[in-house]
């Protein structure tokens, strides 16, 4: 059974950083991806930022160039770093890794609140 936590959460100011981590139960070695989601309030849970069995990335609009999405095979563990945090990136987020027949496993998730 594939687990998912997610740590790194928190209260940031805007125009702050933090660091997300995603720690997989299993080796992420060889899956197909692994991604980061959030849900705001009363909001559609949304997609973050994605990276590829290859190293490929990639970022929903309103992230670019602020969120980097890295992965750490040997730990088995997928980050996002958080740069010039804004309000409107307060969320839970999400992290979900994508097996090779694409199923998808969630992590429980991880508060980020960014004050004005």
């Known amino acids: 059974q594939v687990q998912l936590v997610e740590s790194g959460g928190g209260l940031v100011q805007a125009g702050g950083s933090l660091r997300l981590s995603c720690a997989a139960s299993v080796s992420i070695f060889s899956i197909n991806a692994m991604g980061w989601y959030r849900q705001a309030p009363g909001k559609q849970r949304e997609f973050v930022a994605t990276?590829?069995?290859?190293?490929?990335?990639n970022y929903a609009d309103s992230v670019k160039g602020r969120f980097t999405i890295s992965r750490d095979n040997a730990k088995n563990t997928v980050y996002l770093q958080m740069n010039s945090l804004k309000p409107e990136d307060t969320a839970v987020y999400y992290c979900?890794?994508?097996?090779?027949?694409?199923?998808?496993?969630w992590g429980q998730g991880t508060q980020v609140t960014v004050s004005s």
């Open positions: 990276i590829t069995n290859g190293g490929s990335t």
């Open positions: 979900r890794l994508t097996d090779r027949i694409l199923y998808h496993y």
